[in-house]
């Protein structure tokens, strides 16, 4: 039995098939090359989308950057004349300012000499300050300077007198005129602005757009219409009446006289709330003692109450900040 076992191992040997052996040998050498070639294939992807996500990461971040200096600069033009512009015009640095010119002398002529006479004393007249007389409506080329303009008013209504026994705040409007905006303003878009008549003293009565005034209504008004200077925002002709307080046009409808506009809400005014001491808004619940918007920023300038985000009105609803009423400019 022992002498057989031998010869089964070298019949077993024999028996194999040297092709299959090879075969098997060659499949496993396939199989390693095939799975070096995935992981360096794997590599590869893996390089390229990281490249790929480097180059979104940083073409994003360049556009933000790009977004954040244009807003900058938005904010920079449309204000441009006004308390933001300055501001920001007073931070840049100063170009190098030209030579001024050498003042040319006028040359001298001498006053032909007069006879002395004798002093006589008179006596002191005392002096009348000059009146610089303004018209009421006359706001042409003027400009957004202070918060509450930029906010959407200056103020209380500058027409005071009440118009009903039933509510004495109420503003003194015409309520048979079918004008849903104050007296000084007009209609357009669901919008009040100021009326064209009396931007252009007359020349343009109609208004066309938000920027345009023209003489004559329709497709030809649009084309022989003119604007204020560039179109910009609360500028221009695109303002409110000076009964709104001027600023930025506004929702049809008028604030009580103890209210001021703010961001479209009719509030009642800072200096009703701060006897006289913080005049300006400039949030819903904090009032300024100055127009400077950056002096606004600071503490000291400032005062903060829940007290102030209140309307000027006696009901509920006026009690509260409130959208302009058009039940103050026209009865229905």
């Known amino acids: 039995m022992y002498a057989l076992q031998p010869m089964n191992e070298q019949e077993h040997l024999v028996g194999e098939d040297p092709e299959s052996a090879d075969f098997s040998h060659s499949d496993r050498e396939n199989q390693q090359i095939q799975v070096c070639r995935a992981a360096r294939h794997g590599l590869l992807a893996v390089a390229v989308f990281a490249v790929i996500g480097v180059g979104c990461l ?5 556009q933000a950057a790009h977004a954040t200096v244009k807003n900058t600069q938005v904010k920079a033009g449309i204000y441009g004349n006004g308390a933001w512009g300055s501001q920001l015009e007073a931070s840049a640095p100063a170009p190098a300012a030209a030579p001024a010119a050498a ?3 006028a040359p001298a002529v001498a006053a032909p000499a007069q006879p002395a006479v004798p002093a006589v004393p008179v006596p002191a007249v005392p002096a009348v300050p000059a009146v610089e007389s303004k018209p009421e409506h006359a706001v042409i080329n003027q400009q957004i300077d202070s918060v509450n303009q930029l ?24 309520l048979a005129d079918g004008n849903e905006c104050s007296d000084d303003e007009e209609e357009l878009n669901e919008m009040c602005y100021k009326k064209c008549a009396i931007l252009t003293n007359g020349e343009m009565p109609k208004r066309v757009s938000a920027f345009e005034c023209s003489k004559s209504e329709g497709f030809m008004g649009v084309m022989k219409g003119q604007t204020q200077g560039f179109p910009m925002p609360c500028q221009g002709y695109d303002v409110a009446g000076d009964e709104a307080g001027g600023g930025c046009p506004h929702k049809k409808g008028a604030c009580l ?18 006897q006289n001491m913080y005049t300006v808004r400039t949030g819903a ?8 918007v950056f002096s606004c920023m600071s503490p000291s300038n400032t005062k903060f109450s829940p007290d102030y985000n209140v309307g000027g009105g006696m009901n509920s609803k006026e009690s509260d900040p ?8 026209e009865a229905r």
């Not at 940083?58 to 360049?62: D, E, L, Y």
């Not at 906010?151 to 015409?174: D, F, I, Y």
């Not at 409130?322 to 400019?329: D, I, Q, R």
């Open 257 to 274: 006289k103890n209210e001021e506009l703010y961001l479209g809400k009719c509030f009642k005014s800072c200096a009703t709330l701060t």
């Open 103 to 105: 003042p040319v002398a």
């Open 322 to 329: 409130h959208s302009p009423e058009v039940k103050l400019t």
């Open 151 to 174: 906010t959407g008013g200056t103020g209380v209504s500058k027409v005071v007198s009440a118009q009903s026994t039933n509510n004495p705040l109420a503003p003194k409007e015409n």
């Open 58 to 62: 940083h073409f994003s971040g360049s």
């Open 285 to 292: 619940e904090t009032c300024c003692n100055t127009e400077n």
